[in-house]
């Protein structure tokens, strides 16, 4: 079946630039996370969806990020004004779980974004 | 909150030899516990999960992880390494609807 899918897999833009990355989870699934990925570190957590519930935001290290979830399926995470510090893989993740579930994440190929 | 921690940032092994890599988790209950391997340039592959049933959790591509509650440790084993095993190992904890996530694990094998 299909997987979590990520667009663009790669994005190349300058400073200053606002960037989409969008995340399409696997169906059903009702939970989708965000993390980013920086050079040689683990993974840092962005921002959380779970159904219809206002999103966990605590993750966002600016103001400058934000992420909606259209319908309870695909999700948007925007950088604007993007700064080189920005730079890295941004990764998506779904599960069916809720709650103490022990239902895994499943995660996309991510999108690599490099600011020149 | 959870807290997970991977003792070794790199471990490397020959061909054919035993792989341990270990992993030790902060919880005040019993956890739902997880391995994830990453290849390069792709995201992360579920290897296996810790639902509680068994202690001993075998997974994909030969791995297994053995839950130790005394020892809040988590390891993960495979008894012969393939040079295709060379990867990023991550342990994770689930904790209510959040993911914790060790800082990783690089993986060598030599020929």
């Known amino acids: 079946g299909a997987g979590v899918s990520q667009s663009p897999s790669n994005k190349v833009t300058e400073k200053g630039k606002d960037v989409e990355l969008r995340c399409d989870p696997i169906?059903?699934?009702?939970?989708l996370y965000w993390y980013r990925q920086s050079l040689g570190q683990g993974l840092e957590f962005l921002i959380y969806f779970q159904g219809n519930s206002a999103p966990d935001k605590s993750g966002l290290p600016s103001d400058r990020f934000s992420a909606e979830r259209t319908g309870g399926s695909v999700s948007t995470l925007t950088i604007q004004r993007t700064q080189q510090e920005d730079s890295a893989v941004y990764l998506c993740?779904?599960?069916?779980?809720?709650?103490?579930?022990?239902?895994?994440?499943?995660f996309g190929d991510g999108t690599r974004l490099s600011i020149l | 909150a959870q807290s997970v921690t991977q003792l070794d940032s790199h471990v490397s092994v020959s061909e054919g030899t035993p792989v341990l890599l270990r992993c030790n988790y902060s919880s005040s209950y019993s956890p739902s516990l997880f391995w994830y391997v990453q290849h390069p340039n792709k995201g992360l592959q579920l290897l296996l999960k810790?639902?509680?049933?068994?202690?001993l959790v075998k997974g994909i591509n030969g791995f297994e992880a053995e839950f130790k509650k005394s020892e809040t440790s988590f390891h993960l084993t495979k008894p012969s390494a393939h040079m295709s095993d060379a990867a990023e190992y991550f342990c994770v904890v689930k904790d209510f609807n959040k993911f914790y996530f060790g800082s990783g694990t690089k993986l060598n094998v030599k020929p």
């Open positions: 810790y639902t509680s049933a068994a202690t």
């Open positions: 993740a779904s599960s069916a779980g809720q709650g103490n579930s022990n239902q895994p994440q499943h």
């Open positions: 169906s059903g699934h009702t939970a």
